[in-house]
């Protein structure tokens, strides 16, 4: 089995939802897994601030998931247009795998979740776009053939996943939202598997 990571930064839970619906996606594909990583939070001056173990949910990322990876699935919540600090962070710290092109040729996509639907949606998502360009990544979208990217009143573009999680972030991912996360996963592990990855 060949693994797809799932990682992602999530404060409220809403980019978290949408993490394990793209699991969904890519358990559907013959010979590929999922790894759901996320990362810790930091504080303003970028340093952890988190146990190194979490107390919940899934464990924290390693340079070694994102090198040993068949394909990249990246979440975060907008700040401002942007991904979210923390997922930054981790990200500053893969320079190494970059150097030795560990990520290169290897498909990876992008996924977000915002308070309002003119949140930042499509600014964040191409904004996590970039390191996985300078990685040599390939870029995996939704294509308008996905009859939800059409119906969805809230989140979801060609560009990646979103979700509209509310103010509170207490919103929870629509029908249609759930429906193109599972097809990100799906679409991520078919590029693995197509490109000899898995």
């Known amino acids: 089995m060949s693994d797809i990571l799932v990682l992602y930064y999530s404060r409220r839970g809403g980019t978290a939802?949408?993490?394990r619906r793209i699991v969904r996606g890519i358990e559907e594909v013959d010979g590929m897994q999922a790894r759901l990583r996320t990362v810790p939070a930091v504080s303003a001056t970028c340093e952890a601030v988190e146990d190194e173990i979490p107390a919940s949910?899934?464990?924290y990322?390693?340079?070694n998931d994102l090198r040993d990876c068949a394909g990249l699935v990246l979440g975060s919540p907008t700040r401002f247009g942007n991904m979210a600090a923390p997922l930054k962070y981790f990200l500053d710290q893969s320079s190494?795998?970059?150097l030795s092109g560990a990520l290169a040729g290897?498909?990876?996509a992008v996924f977000t979740s915002t308070g309002t639907l003119h949140g930042g949606q499509e600014s964040t998502l191409l904004s996590m776009m970039?390191?996985?360009l300078h990685h040599g990544m390939l870029i995996v979208g939704i294509p308008f053939t996905e009859s939800a990217l059409l119906a969805t009143e809230?989140?979801?573009t060609p560009y990646g996943a979103s979700h509209v999680g509310g103010g509170e972030g207490d919103r929870p991912v629509s029908a249609h939202e759930a429906?193109?996360?599972r097809v990100l996963g799906r679409r991520v592990a078919q590029a693995a598997a197509r490109l000899g990855q898995g």
């Open 17 to 19: 939802e949408m993490a």
């Open 57 to 59: 949910g899934p464990p």
């Open 61 to 63: 990322a390693t340079l």
């Open 96 to 98: 190494g795998l970059w």
């Open 106 to 108: 290897k498909p990876g």
């Open 130 to 132: 970039l390191p996985l």
């Open 154 to 156: 809230t989140g979801g």
């Open 179 to 181: 429906e193109l996360c």
